[in-house]
């Protein structure tokens, strides 16, 4: 219980920094990938979409149990 409760403690300062960060990262993200327009995927890009998607697929849902 008091692990726990410095983890929280400790957690919350030290993930404001990250939100901060992460807003200009994401904008600038979302920049990149509109202002390139269509993409075009080559085979083996094809490949390991397939097989990242069959990955996660195959791992249960957070909460579930199996």
């Keep these: 219980m008091i692990v726990s409760l410095v983890?929280?403690?400790a957690r919350k300062p030290l993930s404001?920094?990250?939100v901060l960060l992460r807003r200009d990262t994401s904008k600038d993200a979302k920049l990149l990938v509109l202002s390139k327009g269509?993409?075009?995927y080559e085979p083996t890009d094809r490949?390991?979409?397939?097989s990242g998607s069959a990955r996660t697929r195959s791992m249960p849902a957070p909460g579930r149990k199996r």
Excluded: N
């Design 7 to 9: 983890y929280q403690v």
């Design 16 to 18: 404001a920094p990250t």
């Design 38 to 40: 269509p993409v075009r």
């Design 47 to 50: 490949f390991w979409f397939a």
